[in-house]
């Protein structure tokens, strides 16, 4: 068995990955214990017979099917795994296709299926998001896919910055504040950002269905591996901008901001769902959340980190 640290928690894995740091002596205490384990390479793609989520790729077919069965959850990804979570203990169990390579089934397992059980767990807030942190202090930046939110950390990482994530965040309470806890210590970039921002990383795949390349985090970026105090989530606009602007989000929007971008494995259960609103609600109240707007050009970076540099620091 392989032991590693991910969002605050032990991952107990039955196969070798990649991308988490190996969970050593020290450190903080984790939040708690997710086992894993790859029960077959023989599984057949057998669609859910009533999905409660369903994800569709950007060209509109079909990307996931995630649900409950009588022992717990299950996410399928149509053509390549599906992924068995019992809550208590946290132990999620894969069955792969033949064809899907050992890349893929990590990035499922880090990218979606943990994330999305981390709430049902009550660890806290999953948001799709990247983040980093400076000097202790941490900022959130949620936006749709293909938004951005991978170069702009990825930039921030390679000048002062530590990077915390690049695709999905934990926030728990702690205290009188929330914290961010770290996810694993590399990016996910389309080939042009990659050239541009890393051009001489060694670079990996992420998996067998996506152009996007890996870097870790020793490719010239710093890395934060414990959890940074909140203090700004930043929603990334997607309205054309000629310049560097960065301001407070209307309180209206606020909580949509946030349930748009919260991971979730459950939602037909009204106690999951009261909670998990709740948390939203208490973020979108106590946290600074604002709208940053950029021109979508590599020279726009270092102005639009140091605004972001200027609200880490308050």
Same mark, same amino acid.
């Given at each position: 068995?392989?032991?590693?640290?991910?969002?605050?928690?032990?991952?107990?894995?039955?196969?070798?990955?990649?991308?988490?740091?190996?969970?050593?002596? =020290?450190?903080?205490?984790?939040? @708690?214990?997710?086992? #894993?384990?790859?029960?077959?390479?023989?599984?057949?793609?057998?669609?859910?017979?009533?999905?409660?989520?369903?994800?569709?790729?950007?060209?509109?077919?079909?990307?996931?099917?995630?649900?409950?069965? +009588?022992?717990?959850?299950? &996410?399928?990804?149509? @053509?390549?795994?599906?992924?068995?979570?019992?809550?208590?203990? *946290?132990?999620?169990?894969?069955?792969?296709?033949?064809?899907?390579?050992?890349?893929?089934?990590?990035? *499922?397992?880090?990218?979606?299926?943990?994330?999305?059980?981390?709430?049902?767990?009550?660890?806290?807030?999953?948001?799709?998001?990247?983040?980093?942190?400076?000097? !202790?202090?941490?900022?959130? #930046?949620?936006?749709?896919?293909?938004? =951005?939110?991978?170069?702009?950390?990825?930039?921030?990482?390679?000048?002062?910055?530590?990077?915390?994530?690049?695709?999905?965040?934990?926030?728990?309470?702690? @205290?009188?504040? #929330?914290? &961010?806890?770290?996810?694993?210590?590399?990016?996910?970039?389309?080939?042009?950002?990659?050239?541009?921002?890393?051009?001489?990383?060694?670079?990996?795949?992420?998996?067998?269905?996506?152009?996007?390349?890996?870097?870790?985090? !020793?490719?010239?970026?710093?890395?934060?591996?414990?959890?940074?105090?909140?203090?700004?989530?930043?929603?990334?606009?997607?309205?054309?901008?000629?310049?560097?602007?960065?301001?407070?989000?209307?309180?209206?929007?606020?909580?949509?901001?946030?349930?748009?971008?919260?991971?979730?494995?459950?939602?037909?259960?009204? +106690?999951?769902?009261?909670?998990?609103?709740?948390? *939203?609600?208490?973020?979108?109240?106590?946290?600074?959340?604002?709208?940053?707007?950029?021109?979508?050009?590599?020279?726009?970076?270092?102005?639009?980190?140091?605004?972001?540099?200027?609200?880490?620091?308050?």
């Amino acid at each position: 068995m392989f032991a590693y640290r991910v969002f605050g928690h032990r991952l107990v894995s039955g196969i070798a990955l990649r991308c988490p740091p190996r969970a050593g002596f =020290g450190g903080p205490e984790p939040l @708690g214990t997710i086992r #894993f384990q790859l029960r077959s390479r023989t599984a057949h793609d057998q669609p859910l017979e009533s999905p409660d989520v369903t994800q569709t790729i950007p060209g509109g077919g079909p990307f996931a099917e995630i649900g409950r069965d +009588a022992d717990g959850y299950v &996410a399928r990804y149509v @053509g390549v795994a599906a992924f068995h979570a019992r809550l208590d203990p *946290l132990v999620v169990t894969a069955a792969a296709l033949p064809q899907t390579t050992m890349d893929t089934i990590e990035h *499922l397992l880090l990218d979606q299926v943990i994330p999305r059980l981390l709430p049902l767990a009550g660890a806290g807030t999953v948001l799709h998001s990247s983040a980093a942190s400076l000097a !202790g202090a941490a900022v959130v #930046f949620i936006a749709p896919s293909r938004s =951005g939110k991978s170069t702009l950390v990825t930039h921030l990482a390679r000048n002062g910055f530590e990077l915390l994530s690049d695709d999905s965040v934990l926030l728990a309470g702690r @205290g009188n504040a #929330f914290h &961010a806890f770290p996810s694993y210590p590399a990016v996910r970039l389309w080939r042009d950002s990659a050239g541009e921002l890393l051009p001489d990383a060694p670079l990996e795949t992420v998996s067998q269905y996506n152009s996007k390349r890996r870097a870790g985090a !020793g490719a010239g970026m710093l890395h934060r591996d414990t959890a940074a105090e909140l203090r700004a989530i930043v929603v990334l606009s997607n309205r054309a901008a000629d310049a560097v602007s960065l301001e407070p989000l209307a309180a209206h929007l606020r909580f949509p901001a946030l349930l748009e971008a919260s991971m979730r494995m459950e939602v037909r259960d009204p +106690a999951v769902n009261r909670a998990e609103f709740l948390r *939203l609600a208490q973020l979108a109240e106590s946290v600074p959340m604002l709208e940053l707007a950029y021109p979508r050009r590599y020279d726009a970076l270092p102005e639009a980190a140091a605004a972001i540099a200027a609200i880490a620091r308050q």
